[in-house]
């Protein structure tokens, strides 16, 4: 990402040239031209809508607001993760959607400060709905400089699926606590022909764990440095980093976790051939039934010496939100009855029930239809939390953390040359 003074004069320029020069970026699934300027129609740039968690919920309320508001339209703008090169690019035509809804990560973390997006602080107040979301998603979504960068909507529970079925068939009494406790169980599920720990070791996924075992010997404050600068040189950080080496060349993941995506760490955990998973609420709603009847949930094995009390896990409240771009703001009448809308505890509890979608709203709805979803939310004193680095990491260091991540999981690879992979994918940032 280019920095902030680049980036301000390619938006206030907005002329024809910088939009073709960006042009090449578009993924082919919305084009530049999406941005509809008819004053009665709203535009919504979106993951949701096609298979990502919560889509069809998402539809149906969707055509509820628009029985409720005949006359006001709603067009859908789709895209996948390539959703933030492509709004950009449309912003630089000035043919952005009126809202946007993405998580804060990457190229967002700098939308609100290079004017892309606007504070929403204001309209959160004006609108009444400050009282609506939990103070620690406030918290998530505020900037340095007091701006919040979009209206909070989904959060995530992250602990570690555990499938009690096959650690019995293994000889594996106990659900491992320690890193002992671990190490030992993936030998014995390796004897039995299972994988222990899947996790993709060449995305995102592996770059959460990766992070989390990190932050076992560092509070939050002291993650919280090292995730913004990328020094990971302190005591705390190194023994973080030789632990989870330890753990890797011990056995505890699946072969070859380095070249695992995402999606083959769900498929071999929902088809039980690994034991546990690192999953987040999503993943948890997608378990099969068979196999959530005999999963537990629980936080990631400490070792001795932790900074922590108790297995960690991640919980956050950044997921999916509600950012509103300028030409959103022309329309801001129209986007106010939207966002009520979506905000009201009916809309919100359908999120619940129907998808298993953890929010960052206030609610008394309980994932009654998504068990270990459930079981995540009820998760308290038997798990410690540590931080999701994801918005403290300098966008231009988030893809570079990636490819450092491949490499951590990667057999054999000292701590050194770990600790040295992931310093270096700050150098550009």
Same mark, same amino acid.
Request: include cysteine; charged fraction near 20%; charge should be neutral.
């Given at each position: ?259 695992? =995506? $995402?999606?083959?760490?769900? #498929? ?5 051939? /690994? *034991?546990?998973? &690192? %999953?987040?609420? @999503? !993943? ?58 979506m905000y009201r505890p009916d809309t919100v509890s359908r999120f619940i029930k129907e ?51 491949? =490499? $951590?999981?990667?057999?054999? #690879? ?5 600790? /040295? *992979?992931?310093? &270096? %994918?700050?150098? @550009? !940032?």
């Amino acid at each position: 990402m280019r920095s902030s003074l680049t980036r301000r004069d390619l938006l206030a320029a907005g002329t024809g040239l910088a939009a073709a020069a960006a042009l090449p970026a578009l993924s082919g699934c919305a084009s530049l031209a999406a941005a509809d300027s008819d004053p009665d129609t709203i535009v919504v740039h979106t993951q949701l809508g096609t298979t990502a968690p919560g889509s069809p919920t998402y539809l149906s309320a969707l055509d509820r607001f628009r029985k409720e508001n005949p006359g006001l339209k709603v067009k859908n703008l789709i895209n996948g993760d390539d959703l933030g090169q492509v709004y950009e690019t449309s912003r630089l035509a000035r043919k952005e959607a009126d809202v946007v809804m993405v998580n804060l990560y990457d190229k967002t973390l700098a939308w609100t400060d290079v004017d892309a997006t606007v504070d929403v602080m204001p309209y959160l107040d004006d609108w009444g709905l400050r009282d609506r979301v939990l103070p620690a998603a406030l918290s998530a979504w505020t900037d340095g400089k007091g701006r919040l960068r979009a209206f909070p909507y989904f959060a995530t529970n992250w602990p570690v699926a555990f499938n009690r079925a096959l650690l019995d068939k293994a000889g594996v009494d106990e659900i491992p606590t320690t890193g002992d406790d671990l190490i030992a169980a993936a030998r014995k599920l390796r004897a039995k022909g299972i994988a222990p720990v899947t996790v993709g070791g060449n995305d995102w996924t592996g770059q959460k764990l990766l992070a989390q075992i990190i932050q076992t010997f560092l509070s939050q404050d002291e993650a919280r440095h090292v995730y913004s600068t990328g020094d990971f040189g302190s005591r705390g950080a190194r023994e973080g980093i030789e632990y989870f080496t330890t753990l890797r060349d011990a056995g505890v993941f699946a072969d070859k976790a380095q070249g695992l =995506t $995402s999606d083959s760490m769900n #498929t071999q955990y929902n088809t039980q051939a /690994a *034991a546990i998973q &690192s %999953a987040m609420s @999503s !993943a948890l709603a997608k378990v099969p039934e068979d196999v959530a009847r005999h999963t537990e949930v629980g936080g990631w094995p400490l070792a001795d010496g932790a900074a922590h009390e108790h297995p960690t896990i991640i919980r956050a409240f950044t997921l999916i939100g509600f950012w509103i771009s300028p030409n959103g703001v022309r329309k801001i009448e129209h986007v106010e009855k939207f966002l009520r809308f979506m905000y009201r505890p009916d809309t919100v509890s359908r999120f619940i029930k129907e998808s298993g979608r953890d929010m960052a709203l206030r609610t008394d709805t309980v994932s009654t239809g998504f068990p270990l979803v459930a079981a995540a939310q009820r998760l308290g004193s038997d798990v410690s939390e540590v931080l999701l680095p994801d918005v403290y990491v300098p966008p231009a260091a988030t893809q570079p953390l990636i490819t450092a991540t491949s =490499t $951590s999981f990667t057999k054999g #690879t000292s701590a050194a040359k770990v600790r /040295a *992979a992931l310093e &270096s %994918a700050y150098r @550009s !940032a």
